[in-house]
């Protein structure tokens, strides 16, 4: 696949290295020189110094030949002219991202066709999006939504009151439709055994069916859905998760130290409680009885403030703790500070933008725990190994599981018996050194 890169911040960056590695022909612009020096020192990739919107500089990258535009620079205008402009050209698809406020209403955060570009993606809703279900969850600490969100993909750390502990995990009796995928114990992934059994502090990431998570949620973590929410942070993603929330009975407060932004907040959305105010003011959040909440989300765009307000609200007793941060690099320091939930958009963005560069079949990627493993949504084709054939007869390989299968609507987590068919969509969860014996199962078969 040819593919053009426009903009090489975190995200762009993050994209070419993927696809580089993926062996796809590459081109990325960016009007810094030194960053495309950067890029070209740990990629195999041609670079354009230009303005990625010139028709002139999209003709010289090739866009008119290429299979894929990203446009991702920090410039919304500029990603919109640079998407509109390859389709001009004569790209096959394009895809933009966009940041901004003035496109925070992007249903789920995602719009397709927007202008005739093929995928708009506003990963600061997404996020937003992503913490509305940490929050209506019990104790989750991140909830993915696949097959049309008919599946989830929940990850929880283990309490040590945890009714799990100790036990093998074929006799943990799970509520029908779910399943353990994987384990993650000492910073590695594993994909368990019946026999392999839960410790106090384990990460486990379950898959089931929707309707059916908040049972095993209960019965791992023994949480509860977060009636008070308390969010710091007034911008894109604090509006939005303040809307989302506020559509149900959550109570919302949220803590925007700009005042005008706040005076809009409080008269666009009057069924959240609106404070100006610095959410790193110790005395302020002991004043507005932050430790009462159950849930405290730090989502301004400044990393420091996020970390700092987090650990402040851990400090007066809120239970659980969100944080955005900007640079993927610092999640795992988040964590081992105490953070509870790390999220960052840039990541968000690069996920939803890497499915659309895989092969036709793969409707969707998610990667886990810094490249560990993945979980790929794939459409099985007519031919391929794994169509007609009994789950356990498949020989599949160790370190993969296969998490659900949806039929005509209609999803379920498998068993030995169960058997795939030509077009159903199927979650697979696997090891980054197992992927390719999956991909080989939904390859057609030579003849």
Not at 91 to 100: D, F
Not at 141 to 156: C, M, T
Not at 320 to 340: A, F, N
Request: aromatic residues 4%; hydrophobic residues 45%.
């Amino acid at each position: 696949m040819y593919v053009v890169v426009v903009g090489m911040g975190e995200v762009g960056r993050f994209v070419t290295q993927v696809l580089e590695a993926e062996q796809h022909d590459v081109v990325v612009i960016d009007n810094d020189a030194g960053q495309l020096e950067q890029v070209a020192e740990r990629a195999d990739v041609a670079t354009l110094v230009g303005y990625g919107a010139s028709l002139d500089t999209l003709r010289k990258a090739g866009a008119d030949r290429a299979d894929l535009v990203v446009a991702v620079t920090n410039h919304d205008e500029v990603n919109l002219l640079a998407a509109l402009a390859s389709r001009h050209l004569g790209a096959s698809r394009t895809i933009a991202r966009l940041q901004g406020s003035e496109y925070s209403d992007l249903e789920e955060g995602i719009q397709y066709g927007m202008l005739g570009i093929d995928v708009v993606v506003n990963p600061r809703v997404l996020v937003a999006q992503e913490i509305a279900k940490i929050a209506r969850s019990h104790g989750a600490l991140d909830v993915l939504g696949l097959a049309g969100n008919r599946i989830e993909v929940v990850q929880l750390e283990l309490p040590g009151r945890s009714r799990v502990l100790h036990k093998p995990l074929a006799n943990l009796n799970l509520p029908d439709q779910t399943l353990v995928a994987a384990v993650v114990r000492d910073r590695e992934l594993f994909v368990p055994g019946g026999s392999d059994v839960l410790l106090p502090g384990d990460r486990v990431y379950l898959v089931g069916r929707a309707g059916e998570m908040l049972a095993v949620e209960e019965q791992f973590c023994g949480g509860r859905e977060a009636a008070r929410v308390c969010i710091v942070g007034g911008g894109v993603v604090g509006t939005a998760l303040a809307r989302l929330l506020s559509r149900s009975d959550t109570e919302v407060l949220v803590i925007e130290k700009n005042r005008a932004a706040a005076e809009r907040l409080a008269m666009d959305h009057p069924r959240v409680t609106v404070v100006h105010g610095d959410g790193t003011n110790l005395t302020l959040l002991e004043e507005e009885l932050v430790g009462s909440y159950d849930l405290f989300c730090s989502v301004s765009h400044e990393d420091e403030v996020n970390l700092m307000s987090g650990l402040l609200a851990k400090r007066v007793g809120a239970p659980r703790t969100v944080s955005l941060v900007h640079r993927p690099d610092y999640m795992d320091i988040y964590r081992q500070l105490g953070i509870d939930v790390v999220l960052s958009p840039r990541q968000t963005a690069s996920d939803h933008i890497l499915k659309w560069v895989r092969q036709t079949e793969l409707k969707s990627l998610t990667i886990l725990e810094g490249g560990q493993a993945e979980i790929l949504e794939l459409e099985a084709t007519p031919g391929a190994r794994v169509v007609g054939t009994p789950i356990k007869r498949l020989n599949f390989p160790r370190g993969a599981i296969l998490g659900a299968i949806v039929s005509g609507g209609e999803a379920r987590v498998p068993r030995g018996d169960d058997v795939v068919q030509a077009g159903d969509t199927v979650v697979i969860l696997t090891t980054a050194s197992t992927r390719s014996q999956v991909e080989r199962l939904f390859r057609r078969r030579m003849l």
